[in-house]
């Protein structure tokens, strides 16, 4: 839909603009990261580590594990106002949104308003993340819309934020700036409401500081009523003395007085050194300066000057990047990236989750990677992990319940995003509706593989299909119907989620905790007078009789008198797996045949990757841990207690144990589904 010139039509009257010699110094305030809900991984003392190593790992407190744990010190008060324009955007449109900021503090707003200037982030590692966070927080944003703003991954990403936000309880209000006439997403048009329309012709022919002067008049009434400091402006000083001090600060943070500096110590002219002052030319406007920008709005007519002082300006970029701190920098515009890796993402209380995937992936050539150290603040954090994240082609998101509200996730998922990687979610659980608004607006047009509805081991092949690279695929020729399934096996996270609630809405699906009984064929007599206990006592459960046969004979009064624990069916493993994964407990019925079992020792490795709680039930005396496992099966069994009821004494004295443990699972399901 086109938004026509009378959208938004701005007020008559035309506020004067007083500017001062020199712009503000940038503030320096740093906004609180604050996370809604707890992450799993706040109660696990868990690190993980690389695929190859495993160790001990000691219990940690929350604010050594949780990178988004500011550093000791006084938070600033939140600032209500967020602007909202685009990293990328060209001079003209920069010089607007600073002009306009300028205008807004002079309104006494100053402490009011967040531009990611003023908070000086604009080198950090986490200037997506704070972006995004104020987005989720903020009750007004004024977004300065043009086509440069439609084009940024960012600035979309805030948009789908306020969108997703107007229909929480306390909906921020959003302000658009039209800069230029432009076809806005249908999906947007919901914010149209409050609208300054600068695209008009008889605007056109204006400069930046006057357009910024009715963009303000027209908004201030509104805006200002979101303020909560209400600071009077302070202009900073003047210094007409040259420093040096210039040198000692990123070129983004110059001031006006800075690049005067750096211009005189490059011997400009004094004329063209007043063109740039006269504009209010700093730092972060000299950034985006190209040669016709130079030429046109800065009076610089010597091609000999102009070409000179580009090049001076892209080895001043050059310099940033080399810094120490701004490794970021480098590992998004030179690393080289090996496509035969995968980086995984994930709150540590998934941590065995993650193993298994990473030990399938390395089975089929894949080099897994993920997050080794987690630091005390979300900068170490980054910086421990961020290099090896660079280095991968895709990334890989587990969404679980842990995932949804963790900071490791968050920052991660922001991180490689800002990277410019291939990133794709793996749903364990469908947490669509606790997502944080900005892991939405990124993951939910991103594909996803259903791990929660399909077979473990089709989701690999779905993964790996999309991720292998064509060269190393095994074969010339893939059968039609492989092909169809590995595309129908992957959709987007936001589709995927919305179907899957569909589908359960369309069947009046509704949670029921239940216990999935793992046993071996010559168990089933006893399963079954087991699961008569657990029902007796309002337990639910859940049993393959795929492999065995109803039985059944009648005794003396000619009614059946022994059945089978279930009655038979034919459901395929797929069916089974599904039945496991939305069961709340998985009670094993051990013997010598069930630990020699392939069926069953998946369904224990299956249960165990899942956090499913796991309660064995002995049929046979046997050692524990049962020294014929494996030893990854006996690294779960050793976390686990088993039920001895090898004998008909014990089968009597330890049933009530049974129940008691099955029913303590089943209450917290309860009250986690209410």
Known sequence: MRMSNRDGQVGQHVHAVEIPMEPSKANQDEIGDEHPGKSGSQLCGETCLSDSTEAKVEPTPASKTDPAMAKPGKKKPRKPIFLSSSPKSQFLERQFVCEMVRELKENNIAEDIWFDRDERNLTSVTWLSERLEIAERCRAAICVLSKDYLQSPPTIYELRILLERQASHNPPKVFLVLLEELDLPEQFQGLTESCVNLAVPGLKSLSAPEMAAIAVGSLIAEVEQFAVVRSPYRAPPRNDSFTCDYKKESVCYWTIHDL????FDLGMKEFYRQNFAELFVDGYLMMSLIDRDIKDHLGVGNGAVRKKLIKDISALQDKEQHKEKNWHLRARNGQR??????YFIYDPADVRLAQNLKRDLKSRGF???SHDKLGQSREE???NNGPVLATCKTVVVL???AACSSPFVFHEVLFADWLGKSVMTLMFKNVWSKLRPSLKAILGERMAVDFERQMYNEGIDVLEHHIKPTKSMIGVVLEQDFLNRMDEGLRP??????????TLGHVGHTVDPCVYISYQWDAQNKVAEIRRILEANDIRCFADSSSTVSQSHKGGNGTNSVRNSVEATDQSPADLQRSLKSSTALACVVTPSYLQSEICVKDLALADSLDKPIVPVLLRFVSWPPE???????KIWACTTPVDLSNDKLFKQNAPVLVDRLNKHLVRAYKEVR
Do not use: H
Not at 628 to 634: A, E, F, I, N
């Open 260 to 263: 005067q500096s750096w211009l």
């Open 337 to 342: 990236l090996k496509p035969d890796q995968v």
């Open 367 to 369: 080099l897994a990677l």
């Open 381 to 383: 954090f980054l910086r």
């Open 399 to 401: 969404m679980t319940e």
């Open 493 to 502: 996270l936001s589709v995927m989620a919305s179907l899957e609630a569909a």
């Open 628 to 634: 014929m496992s494996t030893p990854s099966l006996k």
